[in-house]
């Protein structure tokens, strides 16, 4: 990544991806570049979810319904340094049949290298998937008027309760609240050696919606109001200590980590989605002696407001792949009766064709009522149907979001003013569109 930090000094987060690019040389120094090193019956697929979480059950089943084929799987972990491996071995020619990608800003990047496989011919000819065609709800990745990636999961947000803290603090489950009220309850909920929260919510994305960094015409949209809010309530928690502490943030690497500081109480609530909750019942890893509870995201001010989550989980076939028949097979078995095995990773199927009770128990784990208060997740899960979207404008977004992600840093560690930080960003996304149309 490019940038600097304060007088020179290299930011976290390139830190984080010069160590990757070292680690990923290693890693893949001795890797086969593909050439035919790979059985035609044997699928390489990438992914970010621990394999117990889904992935091999899921492989399991697609061999069980496949004779003769092999899925060999890679987990990657999805942060900075784990996105660029997959990316140098994408690039250096490793033999990658079908990956995953989970940040916009990834795919981003991918799609505008040639990473992605234009599928929107094998998918005309599955009347199943025809709900990945509709442009006016999406649910995959566009580029033009081509399908490059289908969402494997619905990832809508909430808030999770420590309920041992909300119950001290006598403090009723939300079922309905908007972002001020958000920032009142979790004041009232801290207590000695735990904060309110984790992070606020991203309350541009609950007022705009959709592709919230650009205006209607393309450009810049970081002028409007929200985004300085957005910041300014961060900025404002975490100095009244109601937030965590962003410099321990980035010292601990706790935007890829929160789930150890959520399970030994050093945060009351935390904003989150459901692959979240497979920590929250695995007693022996992450050991923890309270019950959790589900509220709904916080709403805009008049009520109204998009879920901050979004259809995602993008998977992907790489072009250069010689098995691309066998890939896609692959693809369509993961998106339809290959979805149930995800459940228990926190993934809930994009298409909807998981009972919602089945979806439930995989989701809780086996012990559900002894961690979890599962009709709150039943109500704000499924009952409430939370607002999704896919963006389908990425115009020049790797570099934004790196701009957005340096000026939130500068700001919550009270290094810049909102203002100042809002009118950085504004200008750097504004010049990196500039950019990005000369060059098309």
């Known amino acids: 990544m490019i940038g600097r930090g304060r ?24 890797c086969s570049a593909g050439s035919g090193a790979t059985p035609p019956n ?43 491996k997959l990316d140098t071995a994408l690039q250096g020619g490793v033999d990658i049949d079908v990956y995953f990608t989970y940040q916009t800003k990834a795919l981003a990047l991918r799609a505008e290298s040639g990473m992605t496989l234009d599928i929107t011919d094998r998918l005309a000819d599955e009347p199943e998937l025809a709900p990945f065609l509709d442009r006016d709800n999406p649910t995959a990745y566009w580029d033009g008027d081509r399908v490059r990636a289908l969402a494997t999961a619905a990832e809508p947000w909430f ?37 309110g929260t984790y992070e606020v919510p991203d309350s541009a994305r609950i007022a705009l919606g959709p592709d919230y960094w650009y205006t209607p015409d393309g450009g810049s949209n970081f002028s409007d109001p929200h985004f300085l809010e957005w910041l300014e309530l961060g900025q404002r928690m975490i100095r009244d200590r109601v937030a965590y502490p962003w410099t321990e943030v980035l010292a601990r690497n706790l935007d890829a980590y929160q789930h150890t500081a959520f399970v030994s109480g050093e945060f009351a609530t935390w904003v989150n989605a459901p692959y979240s909750l497979r920590y929250l019942y695995n007693e022996k890893d992450y050991p923890h002696d309270f019950r959790v509870a589900a509220a709904p995201l916080p709403t805009a001010a008049d009520g109204t407001g998009w879920n901050q989550g979004q259809f995602n989980n993008f998977i992907m ?38 009972p919602q009770e089945e979806m439930l128990t995989s989701l809780l784990g086996p012990d559900p009522d002894r961690w979890f208060d599962v009709g709150s997740f039943r109500r704000v899960l499924f009952e409430e149907r939370p607002h999704l979207y896919v963006d389908s404008d990425l115009t020049a977004l790797p570099e934004i979001t790196l701009a957005v992600e340096q000026q939130q840093d500068l700001c919550w560690i009270g290094e810049r003013s909102p203002a100042d930080s809002i009118a950085s960003i504004d200008a750097q996304a504004a010049a990196a569109i500039d950019r990005y149309r000369k060059a098309a």
């Not at 403090?171 to 009142?184: A, C």
């Not at 098995?323 to 809930?348: C, N, P, Y």
């Open 42 to 84: 044997t699928l390489n697929v990438w992914g970010g979810v621990p394999p117990g979480s889904g992935p091999a059950a899921l492989i399991d089943a697609f061999t069980a319904a496949h004779p003769g084929t092999e899925v060999a799987y890679t987990r990657f972990v999805n942060d900075d340094r784990g996105n660029l």
């Open 7 to 30: 007088a020179g000094t290299p930011t976290r987060r390139q830190f984080l991806a010069g160590c990757a690019g070292l680690a990923s040389a290693a890693a893949l120094g001795g």
């Open 159 to 195: 808030v999770l309760f420590n309920e041992a803290a909300r119950e001290r603090a006598g403090i009723p489950l939300p079922t309905r609240w908007t972002v001020q009220e958000f920032e009142e309850i979790t004041r009232e909920i801290r207590a000695d050696g735990m904060f």
């Open 317 to 354: 076939i790489n072009p250069q792949s010689p098995r691309q028949d066998l890939a896609w097979e692959f693809v369509r078995f993961w998106v339809t009766e290959g979805s149930k095995h995800m459940a228990v990773g926190g993934k809930i199927p994009t298409l909807g064709n998981v």
